[in-house]
Nanobody, 119 residues
Framework: QVQLVVSGGGLVQAGGSLRLSCAAS????????MGWFRQAPGKEREFVAH????????YYTASVKGRFTISRDNAKNTVYLQMNNLKPEDTAVYYC????????????WGQGTQVTVSS
């Protein structure tokens, strides 16, 4: 089993930056594709970004491309989401998750962290 602990959320003004961290323990983290998701109030959870196990392949949803960067440090069992030029519409609870088979089936989820962007 994998445990994921998410941290780094907070309140920031529009145009500001935050970096989220997702620390993993348990099974072999370094072999898993990892993803970030978010859920805004009253909306369904949406995909934000994912990164392959090696860290050399990433994919972003269109609304964050060019502003967010996903990365990972397998030595630290941690995946990051650097969020720059934040907008009020980025306000959501952010989650990380594991995709062990790299098929888009996310198995384990972190507890989420609130990101609030004020205008």
């Amino acid at each position: 089993q994998v445990q994921l602990v998410v941290s780094g959320g907070g309140l920031v003004q529009a145009g500001g930056s935050l970096r989220l961290s997702c620390a993993a323990s348990g099974r072999i983290f370094s072999s898993y594709r990892m993803g970030w998701f978010r859920q805004a109030p009253g909306k369904e959870r949406e995909f934000v970004a994912h990164i392959n196990w090696l860290g050399d392949s990433t994919y972003y949803t269109a609304s964050v491309k060019g502003r967010f960067t996903i990365s990972r440090d397998n030595a630290k069992n941690t995946v990051y989401l650097q969020m720059n030029n934040l907008k009020p519409e980025d306000t959501a609870v952010y989650y990380c998750a594991t995709d062990p088979t790299s098929t888009g089936t996310y198995e384990y989820w972190g507890q989420g962290t609130q990101v609030t962007v004020s205008s």
